[in-house]
């Protein structure tokens, strides 16, 4: 199952990475998961996946208790008629705040407002801040049965695969 | 919290969830959360979701084991400066295996291939099955801050909103 995915199967998940800025992000809350959806900014070697979210959010709360999160990143529906077909991976991580202090903060604070233009408001807000995801596994659905797992390894390979 | 969202509110939520035909699946995997893509089908009045997936499928495994689980269902991402205004449900629900012999599996799956056309294949297979997801509760966000909590009841009263 860890098998070394081939060179087309890496293009594939770096596109879907590249591809989208919304995720599903899966805590735990009670002891059961919880679900919700997090816009994402991924290194550009895929070592670690940002999020900007709110103290006063379940999730973030949830990540303070426990930092074993999962990260999924699907393909855009685009209403095909087999959406198993769609691309998705699942990131498996651990999760921890960044200081606000860190040297990190300007640099990820200037992406993130390229990616997402109209968040500014977020960093006039006390209670936002940015969390850190490293990546421990990745399991990636290339399509119907089309499975790989990855470990942090792999998936940092995918980064440095050639724009498709 | 749990007072009763207004009917505007209750037509969003509505309208999110006829709306969309992918969530995102959180189940419970060696302690940790998990977050699988899934296609699901809505009953009319919101009392039940239904997935239709292979029990050789981790999330399948692990709703098997533990059957609370979370399902989000998000507005697809249009591309919009500010994502966070993007529509979300997170649905707690507990995951029950539908027997197969079930009164319930002719309709479903007429239903099921009516929505998703491709899909019948699936149905050749031994290991695929339907699965009914009966919420516990549902947390709305209509946008930027707009969070409801809403009971299993008051998710009923959703679906009965005029269409929009």
Redesign the interface.
């Known amino acids: 199952m860890q098998r070394a995915p081939d060179a087309e199967t890496l293009a594939l998940l770096a596109h879907l990475v590249r591809g989208?800025?919304?995720g599903?992000?899966?805590?735990?809350r009670g002891?059961?998961?919880?679900?919700?959806?997090a816009?994402f900014l991924a290194e550009e070697d895929f070592s670690a996946f940002w999020l900007h979210v709110s103290r006063l959010a379940?999730h973030t709360q949830d990540m303070l208790r426990?930092p074993?999160?999962?990260?999924?990143i699907?393909q855009?529906?685009d209403r095909?008629?087999?959406?198993?077909a769609?691309a998705?991976v699942?990131i498996?991580a651990d999760a921890a705040q960044l200081p606000s202090e860190s040297a990190d903060t300007a640099r990820l604070k200037r992406a993130w407002l390229a990616r997402?233009?109209?968040?500014q408001t977020?960093f006039q807000l006390a209670d936002f801040s940015f969390w850190r995801l490293a990546p421990r596994d990745a399991?990636f659905?290339a399509g119907f049965g089309r499975i790989h797992n990855l470990n942090a390894k792999a998936l940092s390979a995918a980064a440095k695969s050639p724009a498709r």
Chains 1, 2 share one sequence.
């Not at 074993?68 to 999924?72: E, G, K, L, T, Y």
């Not at 095909?80 to 198993?84: C, F, K």
């Open positions: 989208e800025r919304i599903a992000l899966g805590t735990l002891g059961a998961p919880l679900v919700s959806m816009p379940w426990e074993r999160i999962a990260f999924s699907a855009t529906d095909r008629a087999d959406p198993y769609l998705r699942t498996r997402f233009t109209n968040a977020h399991r659905v």
